[in-house]
T-cell receptor, first 110, second 113 residues
Framework: SQELEQSPQSLIVQEGKNLTINCTSSKTLYGLYWYKQKYGEGLIFLMMLQKGGEEKSHEKITAKLDEKKQQSSLHITASQPSHAGIYLCGADGGAQKLVFGQGTRLTINP | ETGVTQTPRHLVMGMTNKKSLKCEQHLGHNAMYWYKQSAKKPLELMFVYSLEERVENNSVPSRFSPECPNSSHLFLHLHTLQPEDSALYLC????????????FGPGTRLTVT
C-alpha cells in the first residue's frame, strides 16, 4: 500500500526565514495534495499537484512535484506566525482512498 | 453555517457509554468521510459514504457504527469504546468519491475514560 513519509517531523524557524518540507512516496505518485492543520482542528486544503514538474503557489507557499523522485516539496518564503501549524501531504492510496503522511509540525518564533 | 460542521467539539465518555458524533456539510457534496487522528500516527480513513451508500469500511471495529441519513449529514455512533479509541475524529466531504480535494470539519476531540 502507498506510504508517505514527511521530513522533517517538526520544524522551528524564526519569523521571516524560508523553509522547506518534503514528502516522499513509497510508490509512483499520480497526484499529491497538501493540507494544513491548525493544532487540534480540521485540515485546510492548500493545493493539488498532478503532473511531474508541476509547481503551484498560493501566497508565499510554493509546492513542487518531482515524479521521478516520487517526492513533493513545500516551500514557504518569509515565514509568518500565520504559517504555523501541521502540514500534511496526501496521495492516492488506491481504491479511491486518500492516504496521508504523518505531518510536519511547524512553529514560527517571533 | 458554511463548510463542514461537527458536534460536539469535545466529548468525554466512559467505556460503557453510548454516544454519537454528528457531521453536517453545507457544500452540496456527494461524498462524506470519517477519519481518525491519533497522536504521532498518520490520519486514518475509517468510513466513506458516496451518495448515502457506504463504499468503504477500513477494517474499523464494530464498536464504531456510521450512519448517513442523507447527503448532508453523517453520524458516528460509539459504544463500548476502549481508551485507545481516544483521538480527534474528523469528518470531511468532497464533490464525489475519489475527489481528493476534501473539506474538513474542525473535529471532535474524544477522550475515553
Amino acid at each position: 500500500s502507498q506510504e508517505l513519509e514527511q521530513s522533517p517531523q517538526s520544524l522551528i524557524v524564526q519569523e521571516g526565514k524560508n523553509l522547506t518540507i518534503n514528502c516522499t512516496s513509497s510508490k509512483t505518485l499520480y497526484g499529491l495534495y497538501w493540507y494544513k492543520q491548525k493544532y487540534g482542528e480540521g485540515l485546510i486544503f492548500l493545493m493539488m499537484l498532478q503532473k511531474g514538474g508541476e509547481e503551484k503557489s498560493h501566497e508565499k507557499i510554493t509546492a513542487k512535484l518531482d515524479e521521478k523522485k516520487q517526492q513533493s516539496s513545500l516551500h514557504i518564503t518569509a515565514s509568518q506566525p500565520s504559517h504555523a501549524g501541521i502540514y500534511l501531504c496526501g496521495a492516492d492510496g488506491g481504491a479511491q482512498k486518500l492516504v496521508f503522511g504523518q505531518g510536519t509540525r511547524l512553529t514560527i518564533n517571533p | 453555517e458554511t463548510g463542514v460542521t461537527q458536534t460536539p467539539r469535545h466529548l468525554v465518555m466512559g467505556m460503557t457509554n453510548k454516544k454519537s458524533l454528528k457531521c453536517e456539510q453545507h457544500l452540496g457534496h456527494n461524498a462524506m468521510y470519517w477519519y481518525k487522528q491519533s497522536a504521532k500516527k498518520p490520519l486514518e480513513l475509517m468510513f466513506v459514504y458516496s451518495l448515502e451508500e457506504r463504499v468503504e469500511n477500513n477494517s474499523v471495529p464494530s464498536r464504531f457504527s456510521p450512519e448517513c441519513p442523507n447527503s448532508s449529514h453523517l453520524f458516528l455512533h460509539l459504544h463500548t469504546l476502549q481508551p485507545e479509541d481516544s483521538a480527534l475524529y474528523l469528518c470531511a466531504s468532497s464533490q464525489g468519491w475519489g475527489f481528493y480535494e476534501q473539506y474538513f470539519g474542525p473535529g471532535t476531540r474524544l477522550t475515553v475514560t
